[in-house]
């Protein structure tokens, strides 16, 4: 279930698998930077958003959470409002407490990549 500021942002859930979840969310003007394109900070937080719900469904969560330790996120091409965002993120690795994840986005009006991004998780044990 997407937290608040995802369900805020108007994220649809499309696919959540073990190893994909993708995401679809309406570019609306309120995720515009100055100059009328999509702030990069919505795209960070879209691709931090797949990769974290995909971990956190299909991780036991009463003995870890996921934390996210680092993004690194590279924008290609301009996004306006009333295009649509598709977020895909797939596992690079899934090995011990590390997870990383690929996570690609695009534009669904002409299917372009836009943005590419690498997560890093630690899965940290929950201590009752």
Request: charged letters at 20%; glycine letters at 8%; one cysteine or more.
């Amino acid at each position: 279930m997407p937290g608040k500021l995802a369900e805020f942002l108007g994220v649809q859930v499309i696919e959540d698998s073990e190893d994909r979840m993708e995401l679809r969310t309406p570019v609306t003007e309120i995720m515009l930077q100055p100059h009328g394109v999509l702030h990069g900070g919505i795209s960070a937080f879209l691709a931090e958003e797949a990769a974290s719900e995909c971990t956190t469904h299909h991780t036991n969560i009463e003995e870890v959470h996921a934390l996210g330790l680092q993004i690194d996120s590279s924008h290609f091409l301009p996004i306006m409002a009333g295009d649509t965002i598709q977020t895909v993120a797939t596992p690079i690795s899934k090995g011990g407490r590390i997870r990383v994840w690929k996570i690609e986005q695009f534009r669904m009006s002409d299917g372009k990549m836009f943005n590419s991004s690498q997560l890093t998780m630690y899965l940290q044990k929950v201590h009752h």
